[in-house]
């Protein structure tokens, strides 16, 4: 399966619950931490659901 490495470049503060929680269980905390995960169907709709605040690289 792909691999993609996911960085939170904009804050989740003065955004929805929704949003923060979908942020949390990307399992990034601070503004800049990033994590390689698998681009699973459910992983993949968590990243498009707050996309505006994530920077995505695609892994080989």
């Not at 399966?1 to 990034?28: H, W």
């Given at each position: ?18 949003q923060?929680?979908t ?18 169907p ?19």
């Amino acid at each position: 399966m792909k691999k993609v490495k996911i960085t939170l470049v904009n804050s989740p503060i003065d955004r929805s619950k929704r949003q923060k929680l979908t942020v949390q269980a990307l399992g990034l905390g601070k503004t800049n931490s990033s994590r390689e995960v698998e681009a699973t169907p459910q992983i993949l709709g968590m990243i498009r659901k707050v996309n505006h605040l994530l920077k995505v690289e695609e892994l080989n």
